[in-house]
Every structure is written in structure tokens, then in C-alpha cells.
């Protein structure tokens, strides 16, 4: 037999005889004592409120108006209209009013909002193919299993886009008008591009290459999702730039919403023109809408929402209000642990004494 190399039995696994290995490094244990602890639980109660606060006053710096269009003003023939499937690619126009009492100065953010829409649903989330919206023609002709049954239409033709996600898109337009002193209504002029990340614009969403073709022949021998009224290449008629998987709604509307009440970009106020150079003035408006997203089935609801946004985003009250509610239970449990401590430890006796 050969001999065993180190040190044999049980000593071939003793740790080298090192500060560090046999746990002789300098240490330090804080002492919590009363006159430690009760000052770190006041100040941070203070930092929290403080916080709060801030950010209180913050969120109350922002201006929002919603408005719930579902069945409102002229919109409630619409409403009625889809509730029959068989008008659903029928045209349906409708307009409600909307009055602003005080000026939104300004950036001005008009969003579309929908409640009890469940974009979180997982077989929904995986209904698409993300190799179709990167430009890959394979893709294109070859829709991924996962958009099954929204792959291919009755005539076995491929869909682009393909899936769930892209053929519930929400395709209803709005038109802002201001009706000023003079009464004659003043289109607001919204910024209809830059409303998405950049990664999405620029790496998550791509057309195919043209190689010299028209938007129109490289979509060739492809179909439109069933609940779409026009195929992918002419969703913005008005914008050759904005069609295919580009156009900046499908990409809005492709990023899926985390809860079942939300609300996504439409577009921007342009502030180049007066009146609203320093935002939207105080007045009445009207919104014109062209009615073609039905919610009847999933029992939900359609709002329009006008809104400003500050550094700490939009009107959004729960971060001010949990750093407030953590203030207060800090605060109560210092409280707390001074009256224990001044009835029983502040002699330095011991509390089981």
C-alpha cells in the first residue's frame, strides 16, 4: 500500500490554524441598550413621516380628470351596438363632453384606460410570438405553436400578428376638442409618436427587412388577427413610418398591464400652438370617439384619463401613504418600548424583578 499524502484520519480535514479559518478576526457586538435603541426608532419614524410628506404634496401637485366613456353621452348607442357580434366590424362614432375647471399646466398626458381586463392571465401573456415581432420572415409565414388558436385564420393563411395579445389590441381613436370664449370648437393637437421605451421601438419590435419592397408585399400572403378591421401594415394610415410591428399602439398595447384595472399612453399634448403653449386651459372640451372596443363580454368599462406627471411619475397615492403608515407604527412601538422602559428598566432593574 502507498502512503497516504497530508495528514491521516480525521486531521486530513482540521481547517488551517488561522485567524480567519479557526474564527479569531476581531469583532464587534453592538450593545442594544434603551439609550441606543429609542433614539434609532424615533429618528427613523421622523425620516418616514418626513418622506411621506414630501411625497404627499408631490402626488397633490398633479392635476387628473377621468372620465368614464363606456355608456356615456352619445357613446351609450355604441355600447348598445356591441353588444351584437355581428356589428362588431360595423363603424360607430360617438362623442361626451368633458369640462375642465382648472388648468393643467404643463406637460398633459392623455391616456385610455380599461377596468376587469385581465392581461395578466398566463396562457394570455404567452399567446404571441416574439419572433414575428423582431422581423424574422420564418416567423412571419411560421407563427409559434403558442398563438394557437390565433396562428392562422379559417383559410389556414398565417396571421401577423399572431396570438391572443395582438388580436385583443384596443382600437378605439379619440379627438380632442377645446371649445374656447369664441364657442367654436379647436382640435388639441396630441403628439402621437415617442409614447413608447425605446427598447421597444428600436430592439423588441422590428419590421422585415425590405430588401427593396413595399411594407404591403413583405406582409404578403400573411392575414390580420379576426377582430382587427385592417391589416398590420395599414394601422396609421396617415404615417407611412408607423405601420407594421412598429406602429407605436400595438407596441403600447403588446407590453402587458400587471392588474386588471389599467390605463396606456394614447398620446401627448403638443404645446408649439396657442392656446396651449402653457398646457390645456380651463374650459369645456369634447371628446370624439371612434367606438370599436367592445367590453360587454368581459363586463368591463372604458375611461379616458388627462392627466400632469412630476419627477415621482403620476397621481399615485400609495408610496406616500405606506411611508406614513410605517412612520405611525414606528412611532406607536417606540412609544411603547419608552413607557416599558420608564416603568421597568429605567432604574437598571431587571423587568422580571
Not at 396617415?238 to 406602429?247: A, R
Request: with cysteine; aromatic share 12%; hydrophobic share 35%.
Amino acid at each position: 500500500m502507498g502512503k497516504v499524502k497530508g495528514k491521516p484520519g480525521p486531521l486530513a480535514r482540521r481547517p488551517d490554524n488561522s485567524a480567519f479559518k479557526q474564527q479569531r478576526l476581531p469583532a464587534w457586538t453592538p450593545m442594544l441598550t434603551a439609550h441606543t435603541v429609542l433614539p434609532s426608532f424615533y429618528f427613523m419614524s421622523l425620516i418616514c413621516m418626513l418622506l411621506g410628506v414630501w411625497l404627499l404634496l408631490t402626488v397633490q401637485t398633479t392635476k387628473e380628470i377621468k372620465l368614464d366613456y363606456t355608456d356615456a353621452g352619445t357613446c351609450n348607442k355604441c355600447f348598445e351596438k356591441r353588444k351584437n357580434a355581428s356589428n362588431a366590424a360595423q363603424p360607430c362614432s360617438c362623442s361626451v363632453v368633458l369640462p375642465i375647471e382648472k388648468p393643467f399646466k404643463g406637460d398633459v398626458f392623455f391616456y385610455y384606460g380599461l377596468r376587469n381586463f385581465h392581461q395578466n392571465l398566463r396562457r394570455y401573456m404567452d399567446s404571441r410570438d416574439d419572433g414575428q415581432m423582431v422581423g424574422r420572415k420564418k416567423n412571419l409565414m411560421n407563427p409559434s405553436s403558442y398563438c394557437i388558436p390565433f396562428a392562422k385564420d379559417q383559410n389556414k393563411i398565417p396571421i401577423a400578428p399572431c396570438g391572443a395579445v395582438a388580436n385583443s389590441i384596443f382600437n378605439d381613436s379619440f379627438t380632442l376638442k377645446y371649445h374656447g370664449n369664441n364657442g367654436s370648437p379647436e382640435l388639441v393637437p396630441l403628439l402621437r409618436g415617442g409614447i413608447t421605451w425605446y427598447t421597444d421601438k428600436n430592439v423588441k419590435f422590428r419590421n422585415p427587412k425590405l430588401d427593396g419592397s413595399t411594407l404591403a408585399q413583405v406582409f404578403n400572403g400573411t392575414g390580420k388577427p379576426p377582430y382587427w378591421h385592417k391589416p398590420v401594415y395599414e394601422l396609421d394610415p396617415s404615417d407611412s413610418t408607423n405601420n407594421g410591428f412598429i406602429n407605436e399602439d400595438l407596441i403600447v398595447w403588446m407590453r402587458e398591464a400587471a392588474f386588471p384595472n389599467f390605463k396606456k399612453l394614447y398620446g401627448v399634448l403638443n404645446r408649439a400652438n396657442p392656446p396651449f403653449t402653457k398646457g390645456l386651459p380651463a374650459g369645456n372640451y369634447s371628446i370624439e370617439i371612434q367606438y370599436n372596443f367592445p367590453v360587454q363580454y368581459f363586463r368591463g368599462r372604458k375611461e379616458v384619463v388627462l392627466t400632469t406627471l412630476t419627477w415621482f411619475g403620476g397621481q399615485n397615492h400609495f408610496l406616500p401613504i405606506a411611508y406614513l403608515v410605517t412612520s405611525s407604527l414606528i412611532l406607536l412601538i417606540a412609544v411603547v418600548l419608552t413607557v416599558l422602559w420608564w416603568k421597568f428598566g429605567k432604574n437598571g432593574k431587571n423587568m422580571e424583578e
